[in-house]
T-cell receptor, first 111, second 114 residues
């Protein structure tokens, strides 16, 4: 079946450090891939997405590239800020009406 | 503003009570979803609805019920049969299926059993 695996958190970084959050997936067909972010006490909001192999999604300094050969969609940011502290969810969608979410990775950024 | 409104933001339930969580949307999306979020477990799908008067069970439907009488509304009832209801509940919507389909989320309702 379809699934998403994310690196376990929490991830703790100092401000301006480089961020990588790993995400790999298992899916039949050709899924779309997403990263969502959840700030404390709030719902999820879409951060970026990619719909086909080699696509790069980007937003607010975050990037992720859809790698079909390694079934991965790792999230990266060159210089994190305290305001980036949140929980990040990798997700895939293969059609129909169900999105599959990873378990989430909590990020703490220290000033 | 277009969006999804969940209410209340915080809800307390006594043992043996049923409670209903509200979800209203003005995005004109066909599909609506309820997820449960527990610490460290990500999101688990409770119920979803593709169209008015139709809904399907998700992965953890036991102890929950829903209705979809209007396109804009998808209330979730947590019944007394749900033995461990304390969690953060998220309502979401999406447009008709397509590979760009992203989910839009409400702000959530935190339910606590007292």
């Amino acid at each position: 079946g379809n699934s998403v695996t994310q690196m376990e958190g929490p991830v703790t970084l100092s401000e301006e450090a480089f961020l990588t959050i790993n995400c790999t997936y298992t899916a039949t067909g050709y899924p779309s891939l997403f990263w969502y972010v959840q700030y404390p006490g709030e719902g999820l909001q879409l951060l970026l997405k990619a719909t086909k192999a080699d696509d790069k999604g980007s937003n607010k300094g975050f990037e992720a590239t859809y790698r079909k050969e390694t079934t991965s969609f790792h999230l990266e940011k060159g210089s994190v800020q305290v305001s980036d502290s949140a929980v990040y969810f990798c997700a895939l969608y293969t059609g129909g009406f169900k999105t599959i979410f990873g378990a989430g990775t909590r990020l703490f950024v220290k000033a | 503003d277009g969006g999804i409104t969940q209410s209340p933001k915080y809800l307390f339930r006594k043992e043996g009570q049923n409670v209903t969580l509200s979800c209203e949307q003005n995005l004109n999306h066909d599909a609506m979803y309820w997820y449960r979020q527990d610490p460290g477990q990500g999101l688990r799908l409770i119920y979803y609805s593709q169209i008015v008067n139709d809904f399907q069970k998700g992965d953890i439907a036991e102890g929950y019920s829903v209705s979809r009488e209007k396109k804009e509304s998808f209330p979730l009832t947590v019944t007394s049969a749900q033995k461990n209801p304390t969690a953060f509940y998220l309502c979401a919507t999406s447009k008709p299926a397509g590979l760009n389909t992203e989910a839009f989320f409400g702000q959530g309702t935190r339910l606590t059993v007292v």
